[in-house]
Each structure stands twice: as structure tokens, then as C-alpha cells.
């Protein structure tokens, strides 16, 4: 009996991991940098699938957004069609590991660059700057910036965000915080009238505002600086100078103004310059 | 170990606010609880049904969207705030409050069932016998069959107290900041993940583990014996 | 299940009077509960959430084959594997718990009591953050891989638990007889205790199969592709939050009835169908599953 059940219990260990790898390929974990996986006709590339007007998974199974026109042109730009581009759901805590682990070749998500994340991962771009900002109801018009949330006003975020911690330690020390885990539960509260304004990345608002255009808008100056970029392996040096290639192709040819007129132009936000490519 | 140093603070706070979630949900949920079960075994057929369709109701409902119904649907759809909407903390307090009404609601429908499966281990002579000395159903329900119907399901109220206070976890969707709440952010600010994982599952043993030996405990000292 | 009280004998059947107070006390409680939902619809349409473009979208096809049916699937499948594996596990735990040998049965008993003490959002957290971080599966896989293994370990535990109590609740002379047979302790709980306790067991293990579908549901936290997340997701598509919530819920209602009807129903038919061994298990209250 105990012999048997010794044997068993990690018998089943293996069962588990068996069946949860089940259909596991090898998946890419041998994968010699970006160049190589477009040479062999296929890319797999991490995007978010709930973030409007940025990368956005549509009702018909498609995907649209301006991170998704993005990651299409420079999987282009390499020579993957875009009927050869998989599509990878890449959330926030995994976006690191993902990469590292080799399962996506590269991820356009509003993936800020940081110095944290250059240690792990590499950073093609940037390709769009962007600030923090605040999104409120249209009919709002005693929110202009970050210190008029002062006097006990509701500001949603995400659980653990760093906008909302920014807010609260530099501008307004009496704001009042609700975390919820996603973007969308904070606009669902915001045009309920349950808070007041929800902080993040101006673009990620300007893209709620752009499905809620007339609802919801983006008010104020930017009041950070950040980039986005597009990640990759650390030391995949030849596919960062490519990515690098296809970004400013993409903004000298006017691609990237045209991508970012149709996914964000609704929300009435003003497009910011477009960047310089800091290759490093 | 510097974990420890970091996020003691918190993490006492966040273990504090998780024991206060499941203490007011469990005694609200014996309440309501109690008060289902009655009426499940009522001799007024309205009582019966509307408690028999929320046990089935509630109870097949996932906790996660019990929780998201208290925020989205009572307090942003009804009004259902709970708070002092001009109060400096109505986002906090109400965040908390709703997550201890959702609690209730969802363990209540636990606790009626085990309280009626209680009421049905009450030999039958006991309630003819309260009858026969004249208490009508509440009476006889309150004096005669309740107590001896709580003695019966200790244990299984013990179960599902420590069951509350594992699921007072998914209050962290709507950013009640408890135990759960913490784990996630300090998984993101650190990679030692194995002790952070270690230290809320010790942080949970020592409020689970008591409480079982307790009831068990309990439930054999009152154990009605025939 | 039935509206029909559990025991008749707590109350006399009601005389005139009593049935007079009986449809009093019913009718104030339907006109309470009607005059709670009229205010709750008034309440949601005045903000908007009965308008027919939140709900039109749930009649397409895209809605369905995008969002809802991956999610509903998701979650089945997480549920039925993980309910599998945890039988398993929860026999090979159960009947290690009962074991002749010390250091097996306090092994399992640390093991049960583990993961009984663990809440199963922080296992899957934690299963999700360890199997990214030392990349243990495939990305597609990974969150079903945490939801999963989080699933098993906690109702393993738990199914452990009732193949103990269905063993135990065997009277005593079923294990003394096979021994006195000549059967060693393996083999009688093999031949001749396990397939007798599963009549006990049955019920409670299916049981635990709702508790697993309604659990998945935390895996929405964790990025696993379940109802409660598409909902959400579809929800944020179409601006319809709330109702796409509803419909998710009035979806997980209904299969979790279905299933906690068949566990009645398979307790019913093992009831009829042999002569239980065990005594009828109603004098012990059942756990109810949480």
C-alpha cells in the first residue's frame, strides 16, 4: 500500500503537468531572436485584448487599436504577413516572463520603458510618448488636473497602480482611492457617477473616451512623461535595430499619424509628436 | 526575511482587515442564515419558495460575480453605497461594507442548508412533544428545535467558517485591501516568490487551523447525545 | 431541493384561521418582493441599463462564439479536469491518511490539512506567478495550468476528507472480515472497503464539481479565459457591463443547478439501487459544499 502510494503521488504530479501541457510544442524556447522567427514566416506577438482603441479584441475575433496597427506594420517591415501573425494575450504581470521564456516574439501592449524592465527585457522604440492624465465625465468641468482632485474627490484605478500613488503622494493628499483590477470596471464606475475620474496613460484614456466620445473625456496636460516600447529578448540586438528600422518607417511614411487618427481620433485627444527612436 | 521588514506593517493590516471581513460576514451570515432556514421549514408556502430560490439562486453563483453584483449592481446601479457619500473615507468604507454584505449573502445560503440539515437529525418526538405543551411553530422552532439543531451542525458551521475566511480573499476585486490584495503587489515589487507565498499561507493557517480545531472541539462537547 | 417543508411534524395542519394568516403572511411577501423588483428595474432603467442596445448584442452570433461560449468552455474545462485530477488525488490522500504506516498517514495528513487551510485564489496567484517565473508551461497554458493545479490541490483536500469519512462510516466488521480472509490492509480497502464507501462518497464528489465550476471563476483574476472574464471582456466591447454580467451569472446559475440536481439524483439512485452498508448517512450532516 504505502509503496504504491509513494509511487502514485508523484505519478499524478506528472499527470498534472502532463495534461496541462497536453498540446505544449516546443514553444520557441530554442528561438534565436526576432529576425530568425520572421525568416521562418510566423511571429507570435503579445497585445492586450481589452484595451480600447489601443489593442482590442473585436466582437468578430479580430484584433484593432493603434498598438495592434503598430505590431502589424513591423511585422511587415520583417516580411510576416499579417495572416502569419499569432496573436498572444500579454497581461501586465507576465509581460516580462513571457519574453524571457521566449513564448512571444515581441510585445506591443502600452508597455512602458523602464529602467527595471531593461534589465530583463529589451526595448525597440519608442514609439508613442505618453503622460498621466485624467479621464472624467464630459459634463465635468471642475477636474482640470491632478490638484483639483483635492477636497475628497473619487479617482479609480487598477489594483497596485503607480498613477494612482503618484496622484496621492505629489498632488492630492486627499483624493480618495478605488482599486479595481481592470481599466474597464473603472469606467463602468466612472459614467455610473460612482467616482470621479480614473488616472493612467492619457492614450489609454483617449481610447475609452474614443468608444465613449461625447460620455467621457480626457482632461489636462499630461503631468508625466513616459515612452512606450516595443519588448524583446535583452540581448536580441539585431531585432531591436529592426524594430527600430520599422518604427521610424512607420512614422516618416505617415502610417503611424494615420493609425493614430483612426483608432484615437474620436476621442477629440490632441496626437502628440511622434518620437525619436533612442536606440541604445 | 526582508520581505518581513518591508511589508510587516501591511501585512498586519491587510491580516487585520481579512479577519474583520470574515468576523462581521459570519455573524451576519448566521443571522440571515438562521432566519432562510426557518423559513424553508415555515408552514407559509411564500416563505418557502422565496427562501428555497435564493439558497439555489445564491448559491450556484460564483463568489466573484456575488461580489462584483454588491459594487457594480447595489452601490453604482441602486444607490446602495452604505456610506456617507460626503464621508473622506466613502470609497474605503464602502468598498469594505459591500464586500461584507456580499459575503453575507453568499455564506448564508451555507448556513441554511446546514441548519435545516440540522433541524432534520431532530427526532420528530420533540416537536410533536413542544406542540402537545402548546407552542405554535416559532416557539417550538426557537425553544425546542433550533438549539438542539445548532448543536448538531457545529462541525459543518465550522466548515463553513473557515470557508468564509479563505473567500474573504475575493473581496480584493473591488479593491477591499486584505490579505490577497497585498500578496498580488508584493508579487509584482519582489521575486522571492516562494517566501511570499509561504508567508500568506502561514498568514492563512494560523486563522483556519484554530478555527477548525475549535469547532471540532466545540461540536464534540455539545454534541446532543441520544 | 423541493419547496415542500423537510418535516411536516413541525407544525399541525393549519385550521382556518392559521390559513388565513398563512396567505396574509404570503401575500405581504410577494407584494414586498414585487415591489422590490419594480424599484430595482426602475432603478436600472433610469440609468440606462434596459436600453435595447446593451442587450441586442447578446442575440448575435459574434457575442456568443467571441466571448461567451470560449469562456463557458474555459471554465468546464478547468472544472472537469481539475475534478478528475482531484479524485484522484483525493483517494490516493484519503486512503494515505488511513494507512497502517506512520509516516504515511501523517504525510497525508499535512498535506490535507494544507491545502484545506489555504484559500484558493492566493494557491492559484501563487501557482500562476511560479509557473511564469520558472516557465513551467507554455504561455497559452499557463493560467489554465494555475487554475487547474490550484483547483486540484484544494478539492483534492477536500475529496480526501470524504473518502475518509465514507471509509470510516463502514461498520467496523466489513475491514475485519476481509482481514480475516487473508486479505492484507491494501487490499481490503482496495477489494472490499472503497467500492462499498463509494456509494457515500458519490454525492459529495459531484457536489465538489459544482464548487470547482464556481471556483474557476476565481481564475478570472489570474487571466484564465473563464465566463466571469469574457463577460467582463465582453461587456467592456459592447458597453454593457452590467448585463453582460447577468448573463454570465444566469449561465453559471443554471449549469450549477443542473449539476447540484444530478448530485441529488445520483444520492437517490445509489440510495435505491443497493443496500448501503453504511447506515443512511442523514444522521451525519452533510458538509455542505462551499
Redesign the interface.
Same mark, same amino acid.
Given at each position: 500500500?504505502?509503496l504504491?502510494? +509513494?509511487i502514485?503521488?508523484p505519478a499524478?504530479a506528472l499527470?498534472?503537468?502532463g495534461?496541462?501541457?497536453?498540446?505544449?510544442?516546443a514553444?520557441g524556447?530554442e528561438a534565436k531572436g526576432v529576425e530568425a522567427k520572421a525568416k521562418a514566416g510566423q511571429l507570435t506577438i503579445g497585445i492586450v485584448?481589452?484595451r480600447?482603441g489601443i489593442s482590442?479584441?473585436?466582437?468578430?475575433?479580430s484584433f484593432s487599436g493603434f498598438d495592434v496597427d503598430v505590431a502589424k506594420y513591423v511585422a511587415g517591415k520583417l516580411g510576416v504577413q499579417e495572416s502569419e501573425i499569432k496573436w498572444?494575450?500579454a497581461?501586465t504581470?507576465?509581460r516580462e516572463? +513571457?519574453i524571457?521564456?521566449g513564448?512571444?516574439d515581441y510585445i506591443v501592449a502600452a508597455y512602458t520603458i523602464n529602467d527595471a524592465r531593461k534589465e530583463k527585457i529589451g526595448f525597440a522604440g519608442p514609439y508613442l510618448t505618453v503622460g498621466q492624465s485624467l479621464l472624467v465625465r464630459a459634463d465635468n468641468t471642475d477636474i482640470t488636473g491632478p490638484e483639483s482632485l483635492n477636497g475628497g474627490k473619487k479617482l479609480c484605478s487598477t489594483v497596485g497602480s503607480v498613477p494612482a500613488q503618484n496622484i496621492k503622494k505629489n498632488y492630492s493628499k486627499d483624493v480618495q482611492l478605488q482599486e479595481y483590477?481592470?481599466n474597464?470596471?473603472c469606467?463602468?464606475a466612472l459614467k455610473?457617477g460612482a467616482v470621479d475620474a480614473i488616472s493612467t496613460d492619457d492614450i489609454v484614456l483617449a481610447g475609452y473616451a474614443a468608444?465613449?466620445a461625447g460620455k467621457l473625456k480626457v482632461v489636462g496636460k499630461p503631468f508625466t512623461k513616459d515612452s512606450y516600447g516595443i519588448g524583446l529578448k535583452r540581448d536580441d540586438t539585431t531585432g531591436r535595430a529592426k524594430i527600430n528600422d520599422a518604427i521610424e518607417d512607420m512614422i516618416k511614411d505617415g502610417s503611424w499619424a494615420k493609425a493614430f487618427g483612426k483608432n484615437l481620433g474620436p476621442s477629440g485627444y490632441q496626437q502628440p509628436a511622434a518620437p525619436a527612436v533612442n536606440r541604445y | 526575511m526582508e520581505i518581513l521588514t518591508e511589508y510587516g506593517d501591511q501585512l498586519v493590516t491587510a491580516f487585520t482587515r481579512t479577519i474583520q471581513l470574515a468576523a462581521l460576514s459570519a455573524v451576519a451570515a448566521l443571522v440571515l442564515g438562521t432566519v432562510l432556514a426557518a423559513m424553508?421549514?415555515?408552514?407559509?408556502?411564500? &416563505?418557502?419558495?422565496?427562501a428555497?430560490a435564493y439558497v439555489?439562486?445564491v448559491?450556484?453563483?460564483?463568489?466573484? &460575480?456575488v461580489v &462584483?453584483?454588491a459594487s457594480?449592481?447595489l452601490a453604482q446601479?441602486? *444607490?446602495i453605497t452604505l456610506v456617507d457619500p460626503k464621508s473622506p473615507t466613502s470609497i474605503t468604507d464602502s468598498s469594505f461594507r459591500l464586500a461584507v454584505l456580499a459575503f453575507s449573502l453568499y455564506?448564508a445560503t451555507?448556513v441554511c442548508?446546514?441548519v435545516?440539515?440540522?433541524?432534520?437529525?431532530i427526532p420528530?418526538g420533540q416537536?410533536?412533544a413542544a406542540?402537545s405543551l402548546g407552542l405554535g411553530?416559532t416557539q417550538?422552532?426557537r425553544y425546542i428545535?433550533l438549539p438542539q439543531a445548532f448543536r448538531?451542525?457545529i *462541525?459543518?458551521l465550522g466548515?463553513?467558517l473557515?470557508?468564509?475566511?479563505?473567500?474573504?480573499?475575493?473581496a480584493?476585486?473591488i479593491g477591499v485591501a486584505e490579505?490577497?490584495l497585498l500578496?498580488?503587489e508584493v508579487?509584482e515589487n519582489t521575486?522571492a516568490?516562494?517566501v511570499? *507565498?509561504l508567508i500568506?499561507?502561514l498568514g492563512?493557517?494560523c486563522l483556519? &487551523?484554530p478555527t *477548525?480545531a475549535a469547532f471540532s472541539y466545540l461540536s464534540k462537547k455539545l454534541a446532543v447525545r441520544t | 431541493?423541493?419547496?415542500?417543508?423537510?418535516?411536516k411534524?413541525?407544525?399541525?395542519e393549519?385550521g382556518p384561521r392559521?390559513k388565513a394568516l398563512?396567505l396574509i403572511?404570503?401575500?405581504a411577501?410577494?407584494a414586498g418582493?414585487a415591489g422590490g423588483a419594480v424599484w430595482?428595474l426602475s432603478?436600472?432603467r433610469e440609468?440606462g441599463?434596459l436600453a435595447p442596445e446593451k442587450w441586442l448584442?447578446f442575440l448575435?452570433a459574434?457575442?456568443w462564439?467571441?466571448?461567451l461560449l470560449p469562456g463557458i468552455i474555459g471554465t468546464l474545462q478547468a472544472a472537469a479536469?481539475a475534478v478528475v485530477?482531484a479524485t484522484? @488525488?483525493g483517494i490516493?490522500l484519503g =486512503?494515505?491518511r488511513m494507512?497502517?504506516?506512520r509516516l504515511?498517514r501523517y504525510g497525508c495528513t499535512v498535506v490535507v490539512?494544507?491545502f484545506?487551510?489555504?484559500?484558493? @485564489?492566493?494557491l492559484m496567484?501563487?501557482c500562476f506567478?511560479?509557473f511564469?517565473?520558472y516557465?513551467?508551461?507554455?504561455?497559452?497554458?499557463?493560467a489554465?495550468?494555475a487554475v487547474?493545479?490550484g483547483l486540484?490541490l484544494c478539492n483534492g483536500a477536500v475529496i480526501a476528507e470524504i473518502v475518509r469519512a465514507g471509509v470510516q462510516a463502514l461498520p467496523r466488521g466489513q475491514r475485519e472480515a476481509s482481514i480475516a480472509l487473508g486479505l492484507?490492509?491494501?487490499q481490503a480497502?482496495r477489494m472490499v472497503l472503497l467500492p462499498q464507501a463509494i456509494t457515500a462518497m458519490l454525492p459529495p464528489i459531484v457536489a465538489q464539481l459544482?464548487v470547482a465550476l464556481?471556483?474557476?471563476?476565481?481564475g478570472?483574476?489570474i487571466?484564465y479565459v473563464e465566463?466571469?472574464r469574457q463577460g467582463?471582456?465582453a461587456?467592456?466591447?459592447?458597453?454593457n457591463?452590467?448585463p453582460a454580467?447577468l448573463v =454570465?451569472?444566469a449561465v453559471?446559475?443554471a449549469i450549477?443547478?443542473a449539476l447540484?440536481q444530478l448530485a441529488v439524483t445520483v444520492e437517490n439512485k445509489l440510495r435505491k439501487g443497493r443496500k448501503p452498508v453504511v447506515k443512511a448517512p442523514?444522521?451525519q450532516?452533510?458538509?455542505?459544499a462551499?
Amino acid at each position: 500500500m504505502k509503496l504504491k502510494s +509513494l509511487i502514485a503521488l508523484p505519478a499524478l504530479a506528472l499527470i498534472v503537468a502532463g495534461a496541462a501541457t497536453g498540446c505544449a510544442s516546443a514553444a520557441g524556447s530554442e528561438a534565436k531572436g526576432v529576425e530568425a522567427k520572421a525568416k521562418a514566416g510566423q511571429l507570435t506577438i503579445g497585445i492586450v485584448f481589452d484595451r480600447p482603441g489601443i489593442s482590442q479584441k473585436n466582437p468578430d475575433g479580430s484584433f484593432s487599436g493603434f498598438d495592434v496597427d503598430v505590431a502589424k506594420y513591423v511585422a511587415g517591415k520583417l516580411g510576416v504577413q499579417e495572416s502569419e501573425i499569432k496573436w498572444q494575450e500579454a497581461p501586465t504581470a507576465q509581460r516580462e516572463n +513571457l519574453i524571457q521564456n521566449g513564448q512571444v516574439d515581441y510585445i506591443v501592449a502600452a508597455y512602458t520603458i523602464n529602467d527595471a524592465r531593461k534589465e530583463k527585457i529589451g526595448f525597440a522604440g519608442p514609439y508613442l510618448t505618453v503622460g498621466q492624465s485624467l479621464l472624467v465625465r464630459a459634463d465635468n468641468t471642475d477636474i482640470t488636473g491632478p490638484e483639483s482632485l483635492n477636497g475628497g474627490k473619487k479617482l479609480c484605478s487598477t489594483v497596485g497602480s503607480v498613477p494612482a500613488q503618484n496622484i496621492k503622494k505629489n498632488y492630492s493628499k486627499d483624493v480618495q482611492l478605488q482599486e479595481y483590477d481592470t481599466n474597464a470596471a473603472c469606467v463602468e464606475a466612472l459614467k455610473s457617477g460612482a467616482v470621479d475620474a480614473i488616472s493612467t496613460d492619457d492614450i489609454v484614456l483617449a481610447g475609452y473616451a474614443a468608444i465613449n466620445a461625447g460620455k467621457l473625456k480626457v482632461v489636462g496636460k499630461p503631468f508625466t512623461k513616459d515612452s512606450y516600447g516595443i519588448g524583446l529578448k535583452r540581448d536580441d540586438t539585431t531585432g531591436r535595430a529592426k524594430i527600430n528600422d520599422a518604427i521610424e518607417d512607420m512614422i516618416k511614411d505617415g502610417s503611424w499619424a494615420k493609425a493614430f487618427g483612426k483608432n484615437l481620433g474620436p476621442s477629440g485627444y490632441q496626437q502628440p509628436a511622434a518620437p525619436a527612436v533612442n536606440r541604445y | 526575511m526582508e520581505i518581513l521588514t518591508e511589508y510587516g506593517d501591511q501585512l498586519v493590516t491587510a491580516f487585520t482587515r481579512t479577519i474583520q471581513l470574515a468576523a462581521l460576514s459570519a455573524v451576519a451570515a448566521l443571522v440571515l442564515g438562521t432566519v432562510l432556514a426557518a423559513m424553508r421549514v415555515s408552514p407559509v408556502w411564500a &416563505l418557502r419558495t422565496v427562501a428555497t430560490a435564493y439558497v439555489n439562486i445564491v448559491r450556484n453563483t460564483p463568489l466573484t &460575480l456575488v461580489v &462584483l453584483f454588491a459594487s457594480f449592481g447595489l452601490a453604482q446601479q441602486l *444607490g446602495i453605497t452604505l456610506v456617507d457619500p460626503k464621508s473622506p473615507t466613502s470609497i474605503t468604507d464602502s468598498s469594505f461594507r459591500l464586500a461584507v454584505l456580499a459575503f453575507s449573502l453568499y455564506t448564508a445560503t451555507f448556513v441554511c442548508e446546514a441548519v435545516r440539515a440540522g433541524v432534520n437529525t431532530i427526532p420528530v418526538g420533540q416537536s410533536e412533544a413542544a406542540r402537545s405543551l402548546g407552542l405554535g411553530f416559532t416557539q417550538g422552532l426557537r425553544y425546542i428545535v433550533l438549539p438542539q439543531a445548532f448543536r448538531a451542525v457545529i *462541525g459543518p458551521l465550522g466548515s463553513i467558517l473557515i470557508a468564509l475566511i479563505k473567500n474573504t480573499t475575493v473581496a480584493s476585486v473591488i479593491g477591499v485591501a486584505e490579505a490577497a490584495l497585498l500578496m498580488k503587489e508584493v508579487i509584482e515589487n519582489t521575486s522571492a516568490l516562494i517566501v511570499v *507565498g509561504l508567508i500568506f499561507a502561514l498568514g492563512f493557517m494560523c486563522l483556519t &487551523l484554530p478555527t *477548525g480545531a475549535a469547532f471540532s472541539y466545540l461540536s464534540k462537547k455539545l454534541a446532543v447525545r441520544t | 431541493m423541493s419547496t415542500k417543508p423537510a418535516l411536516k411534524t413541525l407544525y399541525d395542519e393549519p385550521g382556518p384561521r392559521g390559513k388565513a394568516l398563512n396567505l396574509i403572511i404570503s401575500a405581504a411577501c410577494l407584494a414586498g418582493l414585487a415591489g422590490g423588483a419594480v424599484w430595482v428595474l426602475s432603478a436600472l432603467r433610469e440609468k440606462g441599463q434596459l436600453a435595447p442596445e446593451k442587450w441586442l448584442p447578446f442575440l448575435t452570433a459574434d457575442m456568443w462564439r467571441t466571448y461567451l461560449l470560449p469562456g463557458i468552455i474555459g471554465t468546464l474545462q478547468a472544472a472537469a479536469l481539475a475534478v478528475v485530477l482531484a479524485t484522484v @488525488l483525493g483517494i490516493l490522500l484519503g =486512503v494515505g491518511r488511513m494507512s497502517e504506516k506512520r509516516l504515511m498517514r501523517y504525510g497525508c495528513t499535512v498535506v490535507v490539512e494544507f491545502f484545506r487551510a489555504m484559500p484558493l @485564489l492566493i494557491l492559484m496567484i501563487f501557482c500562476f506567478q511560479v509557473f511564469a517565473n520558472y516557465s513551467l508551461f507554455p504561455s497559452t497554458q499557463l493560467a489554465m495550468a494555475a487554475v487547474v493545479t490550484g483547483l486540484t490541490l484544494c478539492n483534492g483536500a477536500v475529496i480526501a476528507e470524504i473518502v475518509r469519512a465514507g471509509v470510516q462510516a463502514l461498520p467496523r466488521g466489513q475491514r475485519e472480515a476481509s482481514i480475516a480472509l487473508g486479505l492484507g490492509n491494501g487490499q481490503a480497502m482496495r477489494m472490499v472497503l472503497l467500492p462499498q464507501a463509494i456509494t457515500a462518497m458519490l454525492p459529495p464528489i459531484v457536489a465538489q464539481l459544482v464548487v470547482a465550476l464556481k471556483d474557476t471563476a476565481l481564475g478570472y483574476q489570474i487571466t484564465y479565459v473563464e465566463a466571469v472574464r469574457q463577460g467582463i471582456q465582453a461587456g467592456s466591447a459592447y458597453s454593457n457591463y452590467i448585463p453582460a454580467l447577468l448573463v =454570465v451569472a444566469a449561465v453559471m446559475i443554471a449549469i450549477n443547478f443542473a449539476l447540484s440536481q444530478l448530485a441529488v439524483t445520483v444520492e437517490n439512485k445509489l440510495r435505491k439501487g443497493r443496500k448501503p452498508v453504511v447506515k443512511a448517512p442523514d444522521q451525519q450532516v452533510a458538509v455542505p459544499a462551499l
